[in-house]
């Protein structure tokens, strides 16, 4: 397996709460930085968040207070939890792994999934 999987999209009320997945390779898992991007219909791809292999993480400020990415070591799965969803959080979701973790920056690489969409309703 190259390119992570993700998984947990749907669509919610705004107000509502949805969990996502990537699921990396285990050896990706446990030498890689992962992050979770997203793009909007007729807007750029965004970083939405990043954790290193130290648990640091990164947010866009969007979402910061709402959002949150964690490691899950049993099961070599990388979650992000979205609380307190908005229209304006509605995209497809994307992972990406094996990018570079530099301080407060996050530096995509060429191993995305497939994406997985997130519709909030108003």
């Known amino acids: 397996q190259v390119q992570p999987v993700e998984s947990g999209g749907g669509l919610v009320q705004a107000g509502g709460s949805l969990r996502l997945s990537c699921a990396p390779s285990a050896s990706v898992f446990s030498t890689s930085a992962v992050a979770w991007y997203r793009q909007a219909p007729g807007k750029q791809r965004e970083l939405v968040a990043a954790i290193n292999l130290d648990s640091k993480t990164i947010y866009a400020d969007s979402v910061k207070g709402r959002f949150t990415i964690s490691r899950d070591s049993a099961e070599a799965t990388v979650v992000l939890q979205m609380d307190s969803l908005k229209p304006e959080d509605t995209a497809v979701y994307y992972c990406?792994?094996?990018?570079?973790?530099?301080?407060?920056?996050?530096?995509?690489?060429?191993?995305w999934g497939q994406g997985t969409q997130v519709t909030v309703s108003s």
């Open positions: 990406n792994t094996r990018g570079a973790f530099v301080r407060n920056s996050y530096y995509p690489a060429q191993y």
